[in-house]
């Protein structure tokens, strides 16, 4: 059952990934012997951690990559599961809050741009059902655009959720010793934020200001193997 909008303004929840599935978002850089390795993929917190071994193992067996990918890639993924796991347990207001949703990627020949608001209340957000109907609407046709959309979502919706943490316990020591005082959510700008309910309806986490729609419109490319090459080179040398 969903916890009603005006429950948030006094009580704040355990920290959580903002979505209907508490996922992890791991991304992977890893470089040995002039092999490289990259990913970005989603990880659930409660699976046992023999599970990363094993995903390394299969991962360097599949790819042929050198053995000691297993171990960079297993330290890698534990790693960043125990920085996800600290903020377990702690308080983070979610609040009648919108945030800014930012897309800025390229995935083989597409490249994709849009800026949207998101509802960070709606706990029963499904990143990848929006980009499967992104994906839908736009037309696209490649089948790796729509998880890499998914994983940046997340990926942003992971760091606003530890500002929130830091932003519960900040307010937590600022009212240290007084008694009933409120928590009233603040928006970047300084106003009290909006009405969600008013703004997105009951069930919906995203939406486009219309009068921004000519500067907010969504944008997707299909580029050349020239065009690709070039900005391929231009990351590879970014990376070193």
Known sequence: MKT??????RNPVKFRMPTSENLVPIRLDIEIDGHRYKDAFTWNPSDPDSEVVVFAKRTVKDLKLPPPFVTQIAQ???SQLAEFRSYEGQDMYAGEKIIPIKLDLRVNHTLVKDQFLWDLNNFDSDP???????CRDMGIEDPEVGPAVAFAIREQLYEIAIQSVVSARESRLSKKGRRGADFTPISKGGAVAVDLVKLFGIKSSVVRKRKEWDVYEPIVDLLSNEEVDVLEAKEERNFR
């Open 128 to 134: 990848e059902e929006f980009a499967r109907i992104f």
């Open 76 to 78: 890698s993924i534990q």
């Open 4 to 9: 009603p909008l005006s429950g948030f303004y």
